[in-house]
């Protein structure tokens, strides 16, 4: 009689790194656009949310906008930059 041995696996699952998307400061648009940009980009975000990144960005040169995976990470910066604005990711360390 034989022992057959079951290898048991586990499934650890893996969360898809994130990246932050960030805003930077312009001296061409105006900050009602920039909150305007914004919020028509990033469609979870509320105006207090937006005027506060708008202000940050505004008053230290660069501001966070949202973490996410980096394929939206992508997609919320490339939306930026088709507005006019400065948007960079990087991962989140």
């Not at 048991?8 to 312009?26: C, E, F, G, M």
């Not at 061409?28 to 656009?33: A, V």
């Not at 930059?81 to 400065?86: D, E, P, R």
Request: hydrophobic share 35%; proline share 3%.
């Amino acid at each position: 009689m034989s022992v057959e041995t079951i290898e048991k696996r586990s499934t650890i699952r893996q969360t898809a790194p994130r990246y932050k998307v960030l805003l930077h400061n312009d001296d061409f648009n105006s900050m009602e656009y920039v909150v305007q940009a914004l919020l028509k980009t990033v469609t979870s975000l509320t105006v207090p949310q937006a005027v506060s990144i708008m202000m940050e960005a505004h008053t230290n040169g660069v501001a966070l906008v949202i973490t996410c995976t980096q394929e939206h990470a992508e997609f919320y910066s490339e939306g930026l930059k088709s507005q006019g604005l400065t948007s960079t990711i990087e991962p989140d360390s």
